[in-house]
Nanobody
Framework: QVQLVESGGGLVQPGGSLRLSCAAS????????IAWFRQAPGKEREGVSC????????YYRDSVKGRFTISRDSAKNLVYLQMSSLKPEDPAVYYC????????????????????WGQGTEVTVSS
C-alpha cells in the first residue's frame, strides 16, 4: 500500500523557518521522483520543488529559490523541504507527491505527472 505522510507544518512568523517531512512507503522510493506542491485557499495547486530519483537533480519555483531546500534520505525513505525566510505568500497546504516515471526538469512538476499523493500539512505564516 502506497503511503506518503507529510508532517512538520504549523504556525511560524514571517521570516521564520519550518522543515516539512514526507515519509514514503509502499513503492520504490529510490527510483521515484518526489515533489512538493502547495495549495493556498482559492488558488490552484502549484509545484514548489522536486528532486529526481537518479542524479538527485532538483527544481525550485522562482518564488522559493534561495529560501527552500529539498533533500531526500534514502535510508529512511524521507524527503524534506527546509523552508526559510517564510513570507506572507507562502501559507498553504503543502503536499508531497511521488512518481516512478517523472524526472524533475526546469519546466517544474505538474499535478498530472504524479501518481502518488499525501494528505498535506498546513503552513501558516503570521505575526
Amino acid at each position: 500500500q502506497v503511503q506518503l505522510v507529510e508532517s512538520g507544518g504549523g504556525l511560524v512568523q514571517p521570516g521564520g523557518s519550518l522543515r516539512l517531512s514526507c515519509a514514503a512507503s509502499g513503492f520504490p522510493f529510490d527510483y521515484s521522483a518526489i515533489a512538493w506542491f502547495r495549495q493556498a485557499p482559492g488558488k490552484e495547486r502549484e509545484g514548489v520543488s522536486c528532486i529526481s530519483r537518479s542524479d538527485g537533480s532538483t527544481y525550485y519555483r522562482d518564488s522559493v529559490k534561495g529560501r527552500f531546500t529539498i533533500s531526500r534520505d534514502s535510508a529512511k525513505n524521507l524527503v524534506y523541504l527546509q523552508m526559510s525566510s517564510l513570507k506572507p505568500e507562502d501559507p498553504a497546504v503543502y503536499y508531497c507527491a511521488a512518481d516512478e516515471m517523472y524526472y524533475c526538469s526546469d519546466d517544474g512538476p505538474r499535478m498530472h505527472d504524479f501518481g502518488y499523493w499525501g494528505q498535506g500539512t498546513e503552513v501558516t505564516v503570521s505575526s
